[in-house]
Protein backbone atom coordinates (compact mmCIF):
# COMPACT_ATOMS: atom_id res chain seq x y z
CA UNK A 1 0.00 0.00 0.00
CA UNK A 2 1.03 3.62 -0.86
CA UNK A 3 -0.27 6.38 1.64
CA UNK A 4 -0.03 9.84 0.69
CA UNK A 5 -0.87 13.19 1.76
CA UNK A 6 -4.00 15.26 0.44
CA UNK A 7 -2.38 18.31 -0.34
CA UNK A 8 0.82 16.99 -1.85
CA UNK A 9 1.81 19.25 -4.49
CA UNK A 10 4.86 18.14 -6.95
CA UNK A 11 6.52 20.04 -10.00
CA UNK A 12 7.83 18.49 -13.18
CA UNK A 13 11.90 17.80 -13.87
CA UNK A 14 12.22 15.75 -17.01
CA UNK A 15 14.75 13.10 -17.45
CA UNK A 16 17.03 13.11 -20.01
CA UNK A 17 17.97 10.47 -22.29
CA UNK A 18 17.43 8.76 -26.27
CA UNK A 19 14.08 7.30 -24.82
CA UNK A 20 13.14 9.49 -21.74
CA UNK A 21 9.62 10.50 -21.66
CA UNK A 22 8.45 14.08 -22.03
CA UNK A 23 5.72 15.30 -19.75
CA UNK A 24 6.77 18.90 -20.49
CA UNK A 25 5.58 18.35 -23.58
CA UNK A 26 2.25 16.89 -22.46
CA UNK A 27 0.42 19.64 -21.09
CA UNK A 28 3.03 20.29 -17.85
CA UNK A 29 4.76 23.74 -17.68
CA UNK A 30 7.94 24.07 -15.37
CA UNK A 31 6.83 26.71 -13.19
CA UNK A 32 3.89 25.21 -11.77
CA UNK A 33 2.95 22.56 -8.72
CA UNK A 34 0.53 19.68 -9.70
CA UNK A 35 -1.54 18.07 -6.90
CA UNK A 36 -1.01 14.69 -6.28
CA UNK A 37 -4.24 12.70 -7.20
CA UNK A 38 -3.08 9.11 -6.37
CA UNK A 39 -0.32 6.28 -6.61
CA UNK A 40 -0.16 3.43 -8.14
CA UNK A 41 2.67 1.27 -7.77
CA UNK A 42 2.24 -2.15 -10.19
CA UNK A 43 4.14 -5.22 -9.09
CA UNK A 44 6.13 -5.74 -11.62
CA UNK A 45 8.07 -2.27 -11.35
CA UNK A 46 10.04 -0.48 -8.74
CA UNK A 47 8.54 2.69 -10.02
CA UNK A 48 5.71 4.71 -8.40
CA UNK A 49 3.30 6.24 -10.51
CA UNK A 50 1.71 9.52 -9.46
CA UNK A 51 -1.79 10.54 -10.83
CA UNK A 52 -1.76 14.21 -11.79
CA UNK A 53 -3.70 16.31 -13.57
CA UNK A 54 -1.71 18.43 -16.12
CA UNK A 55 -2.64 22.54 -17.28
CA UNK A 56 -5.27 21.21 -19.74
CA UNK A 57 -6.72 19.08 -16.91
CA UNK A 58 -5.96 15.69 -17.94
CA UNK A 59 -4.89 13.17 -15.99
CA UNK A 60 -1.66 11.26 -16.14
CA UNK A 61 0.41 8.59 -14.36
CA UNK A 62 3.64 10.46 -14.33
CA UNK A 63 6.96 8.11 -13.23
CA UNK A 64 8.23 9.30 -9.23
CA UNK A 65 11.69 9.67 -11.02
CA UNK A 66 10.24 12.87 -12.95
CA UNK A 67 8.86 14.86 -9.89
CA UNK A 68 10.26 16.30 -7.01
CA UNK A 69 8.95 17.82 -3.89
CA UNK A 70 7.04 21.25 -4.26
CA UNK A 71 4.78 21.36 -0.83
CA UNK A 72 1.93 20.76 1.09
CA UNK A 73 -0.50 22.90 0.19
CA UNK A 74 -4.23 23.22 1.91
CA UNK A 75 -5.95 24.49 -0.91
CA UNK A 76 -8.74 23.08 -3.77
CA UNK A 77 -6.57 24.25 -6.53
CA UNK A 78 -5.24 21.37 -8.66
CA UNK A 79 -2.16 23.64 -10.41
CA UNK A 80 -0.52 26.09 -8.75
CA UNK A 81 2.27 28.61 -9.75
CA UNK A 82 5.49 28.41 -8.30
CA UNK A 83 7.56 31.53 -7.47
CA UNK A 84 10.88 31.46 -9.68
CA UNK A 85 13.67 29.49 -8.17
CA UNK A 86 15.97 31.66 -9.80
CA UNK A 87 15.04 34.83 -8.30
CA UNK A 88 17.05 36.42 -5.79
CA UNK A 89 16.42 38.58 -2.70
CA UNK A 90 17.70 41.39 -4.23
CA UNK A 91 15.20 40.99 -7.22
Known sequence: MIAFHPHLFVRIVELDGPRA??????????GRAYRVLGVYNPSESSDAYFILPNDRDEMWFICQRHLRFAGLHDTSAHHLDLPDLHATAAD
Open 21 to 30: PMPLSSGFSE
